[in-house]
């Protein structure tokens, strides 16, 4: 079964407004999630690492205002685009790992957001 | 900073053959290599896990194997279906994970 749950899969939205994606961990407490956006044809880059009761560590070049990461439990991690333009319409995806790093990473099924 | 290559960037082959896709990455200081399916519009799906202390791993018709000093990773697939249609990607683990480009894959009967 599934280890990661991420909600919704698709979502469009008007220029302007927010969206949040959720990002759950089904099997086991995850003090560590990652969030990743791909762009057509691109590979999958990076945004954050999500951490359990601090805040994200974002990657160069991610605006930290504008994607907002919550990580408020050990199950639960939140994206939100905020203020959404047409550019930062893509594929967003969250991973869970096992607290070694040594663990295979599970990987949400991904939401595709598109701003009109 | 390391870098992630993959070859070919798309493959069509008739069902029943083997395949070899190639990774290669710039910096040998790794932790592990993973191997994943995509699905158009879907998330990932883990195939393979070799860590660096290995040299290969084998699930199914999958083998995959690391040569952590020269910076390649292959991933082979056996007697190929319709089914193992996707994007293929590497991704090598330093302190986060660096994804390769991709390989898409399509298997027709």
């Known amino acids: 079964g599934a280890v990661v749950s991420q909600h919704p899969s698709r979502v469009i939205c008007k220029s302007g407004t927010s969206v949040k994606i959720e990002c759950r961990s089904l099997?086991?407490?995850?003090?560590?999630m990652f969030w990743y956006r791909q762009f057509p044809k691109q590979s999958l880059m990076l945004m954050a690492t999500?951490?359990?009761?601090?805040?994200?560590?974002?990657e160069q070049g991610v605006e930290k205002d504008k994607f907002l990461i919550n990580h408020a439990s050990l199950t639960l991690s939140t994206l939100t685009v905020t203020s959404a333009h047409p550019e930062d319409s893509s594929f967003y995806i969250c991973?869970?790992?096992?607290?070694?790093?040594?663990?295979?990473?599970?990987f949400g099924s991904g939401t595709q957001l598109s701003v009109l | 900073k390391q870098e992630v290559t993959q070859i070919p960037a798309a493959l069509s082959v008739p069902e029943g053959e083997n395949l070899v896709l190639n990774c290669s990455f710039t910096?040998?200081?790794?932790?592990?290599l993973q191997w994943f399916r995509q699905d158009p519009g879907k998330g990932l799906t883990s195939l393979l896990l070799?860590?660096?202390?290995?040299r290969e791993q084998t699930s199914g018709r999958l083998n995959a194997s690391l040569d952590k000093s020269s910076g390649r990773s292959t991933l082979y697939i056996a007697a190929s279906q319709p089914g193992d249609s996707a994007t293929y990607l590497c991704?090598?683990?330093?302190?986060?994970?660096?994804f390769g480009t991709g390989t898409r894959l399509q298997v027709f009967p």
């Open positions: 991704a090598v683990n330093t302190d986060k994970l660096i």
């Open positions: 991973s869970v790992t096992r607290p070694s790093l040594n663990e295979k990473l599970f």
């Open positions: 099997d086991f407490q995850a003090t560590t």
């Open positions: 910096d040998s200081a790794i932790y592990n």
């Open positions: 999500s951490n359990e009761g601090s805040k994200a560590t974002y």
């Open positions: 070799i860590q660096s202390s290995q």
